[in-house]
């Protein structure tokens, strides 16, 4: 109450204060146009007198001025004349007798100076005008007359504006007070008391307190900086409990925290730096504004954790329309943008790079080349150089970034820079170079189909550790490199000896970010009916596949089993909905277009097949998911179905194991994905059989709770011990060791 009545009397000072000043000078131009107009005003009766009809000055006498003065004052609103001659001579009407001690000096200086004369003259506190004009005439000797006219108005005039401008001015002052009491009340300290509640909110770890009460606008970047704060608090105190659960249990769960110190210790203060095609972070154009997104990628997905964790340099290729926009002069930024742990560097491709590096050779040369589905892959001399000539660009800007490091890490990701280590090892021999292959490595002879195998060969070998998602597939490369190059394969090392340099080969099957805080988390399911109301359908039981639309994820095969499911259960027709998420992917390479247009009419086909009001068997989202959009659709779901025809590891079946924090919901998984050989509790098919598939979907939908319950829990264990974080440890630990 104190401030806010110290608040209002000092607006209504500050206004008073400008009032005044604003007043002053009003009054001021007022008075000095009021008295122009009485001066012009008195100059016009002089000329009148001097020319008119009325000849006042060859008339006038001491006997007449009386009747002459009455006529002037009349006619022009005056109140008296006056003639004064020599010798002091002083004539006027009776009204004017007081005036003449303070004309007489006026008027003989007018007579001195031959020049009229004018000024303001006060008696008894009344405003008086008076005009001095030297005459000559034949019967008066020099002389001059002298009007006199009221301007008592002008400081009635000037009085009133004082007033009304007090008025105005308290009014105003009062009005301004009020408001301003207002909006500091609910526009600012009604906020404050928000953040302080937030601030509070946060010291008791509340996160989703905060995050449910945003603030005013203009305060929303300081309610983000809280609210990240709060987030960053609450996860350091929910790692130290659960680092103190793990202890307590001997039981070794990776956490962020834990590969951070681990990272420090391997390090040494040695520089990290992945290379990946796809970036973490593009920036695009969206109307006038520009937004950050994070592209849909299992690599991001696994390698963003571990950078967060560790820090260091991510260089990738840009692939956003305002990538450029947002870099500095050496194209790098800090990100991610909300709260910076490392840097990003981003190259730039040309358009006759990335259609020959990679959609060309990686993308329809490797990449059906390592994937057994039934597509031809196609080898290019023109797609070979263009890949040669990128992977020396990336290779030349790994040297310059790590130009001061004697022994950097490099963790190199993917088919897309087979000759990059080879590249990095021959300018700097020092450097501990791994690469990871997410993708599967197919057999000898499937491989001997490329034409530059041993160049491909050759240049992983350079690298001082190859990561595969399983067993097999290092076995599979082994055997290619046994069949293909002069090198030693030491089986019992699972190594490569090849011109005095060793290089291991080893499995790091490759996992998700999940610790015991998301094991312990209590996030409800949605609502399904709100869930589905936007796609206009009812049903009962949704299940969920989410696939990049690529031909090696039985995405057909998938729908078919959904069709047949139908067809043999018809209780469960308008009650169950299978929801595809499908990210268009690579759509300018004919294979996956047509692809894209193949999955569209088969779900097309099977919808009109059972088509009912308000229902459909397949709904397909054909679009960007991000994490969170998707989130939802793994809790609803009462299964997660994974058809994968080839695949390395996919994500996608632990990230839905991981959504599931009631231990409810099944798992159909591929047995041609890698994570089938971990996901224990998961139901594994073989999705070319669309019998056993259509089987596995009702197995799912009746599965009792318990064994819903005991499958879950296992499979959730497993994510948990082999998450993202003893992932990196396995790999960069193995890195560090190599001599």
């Not at 007081?98 to 009344?126: C, E, P």
């Not at 987030?231 to 925290?257: C, D, F, G, H, Q």
């Not at 596995?696 to 499958?711: F, H, N, V």
Request: proline residues 4%; charged residues 25%.
């Amino acid at each position: 109450m104190k401030f806010n009545l110290a608040l209002i009397f000092s607006i209504i000072i500050a206004s008073g204060l400008v009032s005044f000043g604003f007043t002053y000078y009003q009054i001021s131009t007022e008075r000095a146009k009021l008295n122009n107009e009485l001066e012009a005003k008195i100059k016009q009766v002089v000329q009148d007198i001097y020319q008119g009809d009325y000849n006042f000055l060859d008339s006038i006498s001491e006997n007449n001025i009386e009747k002459f003065a009455k006529h002037l004052s009349v006619k022009y609103g005056l109140k008296g004349v006056a003639i004064y001659g020599n010798e002091n001579r002083f004539i006027g009407n009776q009204e004017i007798a007081q005036f003449k001690g303070h004309s007489v000096d006026y008027a003989t200086q007018s007579l001195a100076a031959d020049t009229a004369f004018g000024n303001f003259i006060s008696i008894d506190g009344k405003e008086t005008y008076q005009y001095i004009q030297p005459i000559t005439r034949d019967h008066l000797a020099a002389s001059s007359v002298i009007l006199y006219a009221d301007a008592e108005y002008i400081d009635n005039i000037i009085g009133d504006i004082w007033f009304r401008n007090f008025l105005r001015w308290f009014f105003q002052a009062f009005i301004v007070s009020i408001i301003t009491v207002l909006i500091m009340r609910y526009g600012i300290f009604s906020p404050i008391n928000r953040i302080v509640n937030w601030v509070k909110s946060a010291r008791m770890g509340d996160v989703e307190e905060l995050e449910q009460n945003p603030p005013a606008k203009f305060l929303a970047p300081l309610h983000k900086e809280i609210t990240h704060i709060a987030r960053a608090m609450n996860e350091a105190k929910a790692a130290a409990e659960e680092e103190a659960k793990l202890r307590s249990k001997s039981e070794a769960i990776w956490t962020p925290e834990r590969l951070k110190i681990e990272m420090r210790n391997l390090l040494h203060n040695r520089m990290m730096v992945v290379v990946s095609n796809r970036e973490p972070y593009m920036h695009i154009r969206s109307g006038k504004e520009i937004k950050c997104i994070v592209p849909a990628s299992g690599m991001i997905t696994a390698m963003e954790p571990i950078l967060k964790a560790c820090g260091g340099l991510w260089i990738a290729a840009a692939s956003g329309d305002a990538d450029k926009e947002t870099v500095d002069e050496n194209n790098r930024l800090r990100v991610p943008p909300e709260e910076p742990k490392y840097t990003l560097k981003r190259l730039w491709l040309t358009k006759e790079e990335e259609d020959h590096y990679y959609y060309g050779f990686s993308n329809e040369g490797i990449w059906p080349l390592c994937h057994i589905a039934h597509t031809r892959p196609i080898f290019r001399i023109e797609d070979w150089s263009y890949y040669q000539k990128v992977n020396e660009d990336f290779a030349n800007a790994v040297l310059e970034e790590t130009a001061d490091e004697e022994q950097p890490l490099i963790l190199i990701q993917d088919y897309h820079f087979a000759l990059l280590p080879e590249l990095i090892k021959m300018k700097k021999p020092k450097a501990r170079v791994a690469i990871f292959w997410h993708i599967p490595w197919p057999n000898p002879e499937s491989f001997g189909i490329c034409p530059w195998q041993k160049e491909i060969l050759t240049g992983l070998l350079g690298a001082d550790l190859i990561g595969f998602h399983t067993q097999y597939h290092c076995n599979h490369f082994l055997e290619t490199v046994n069949n293909s190059l002069e090198s030693r394969v030491l089986w019992e090392r699972f190594s490569v000896k090849m011109g005095g340099h060793t290089t291991l080969i080893k499995p790091f099957p490759i996992s998700i970010d999940f610790t015991m805080k998301d094991l312990n988390n209590e996030e409800k399911k949605p609502d399904l009916e709100l869930l589905m109301k936007d796609h206009g359908i009812k049903t009962k039981f949704i299940g969920i596949g989410v696939d990049r639309l690529d031909y090696t994820k039985g995405i057909i095969e998938k729908f078919l089993a959904v069709e047949l499911f139908l067809e043999q259960n018809p209780a469960y027709q308008g009650k169950f909905t299978f929801i595809q998420i499908g990210a268009p992917s690579r759509t300018s390479i004919k294979s996956y277009a047509d692809t894209a247009m193949a999955i569209e009419k088969e779900a097309d086909r099977i919808n009109m097949r059972f088509k009912a009001k308000n229902w459909k068997p397949i709904l397909l989202l054909k679009k960007h998911h991000s994490h969170a959009e998707i989130q939802p659709y793994y809790k609803a779901a009462l299964f997660c179905m994974v058809t994968s025809l080839h695949d390395g590891m996919n994500l996608v079946a632990k990230e839905f194991v991981s959504q599931r924090n009631d231990n409810d919901g099944v798992l159909i998984l591929s047995r041609f994905a890698g994570a089938s050989q971990k996901m224990q509790g998961a139901i594994v098919i073989n999705p070319y059989d669309t019998e056993k598939s259509a089987n596995a979907i009702k197995q799912a939908l009746e599965m009792p709770a318990e064994e819903q319950l005991s499958r879950m829990q296992s499979m959730r264990k497993e994510i948990l011990s082999n998450n993202i974080y003893s992932w990196a440890a396995d790999l960069l630990r193995t890195m560090a060791s190599i001599r």
